[in-house]
């Protein structure tokens, strides 16, 4: 059974920066695309940033680009989320995704951690 464990949330205001961490974990599991997403309240969940865990090729949602940079461990099966120069709008709950498939699916997510920003 595969897990996704996310971590580093918090409250912190605007111009703070956070860096989440989500650890995967599962007999044998291996993700071949690892992603963060967020939700925020009353709006559908979006995604952020995209990382390919063999080539580490990376996509980034518009609004967070030269904010957010994703990054990843294969050896211990991590990937993170350094966010920088934090605003209010990036106010969310914000979920790993996983997927150990090259066709995109995520079937896995982990259970979120929240992240609020004060003006």
């Known amino acids: 059974q595969v897990q996704l464990v996310e971590s580093g949330g918090g409250t912190v205001q605007a111009g703070d920066s956070l860096r989440l961490s989500c650890t995967a974990s599962?007999?044998?599991?291996?993700?071949?695309?690892m992603a963060w997403a967020r939700q925020a309240p009353g709006k559908e969940r979006e995604f952020v940033a995209r990382?390919?865990?063999?080539?580490?090729?990376?996509v980034y949602e518009e609004a967070v680009k030269g904010r957010f940079t994703i990054s990843r461990d294969n050896r211990k099966n991590m990937v993170y989320l350094q966010m920088n120069s934090l605003k209010p709008e990036d106010t969310a709950i914000y979920y790993c995704?996983?997927?150990?498939?090259?066709?995109?699916?995520?079937?896995?997510w982990g259970q979120g951690t929240r992240v609020a920003v004060s003006s």
């Open positions: 995704a996983a997927d150990p498939n090259p066709e995109i699916t995520w079937p896995y």
């Open positions: 599962g007999r044998a599991f291996k993700a071949v695309y």
């Open positions: 990382i390919d865990m063999d080539y580490g090729n990376i």
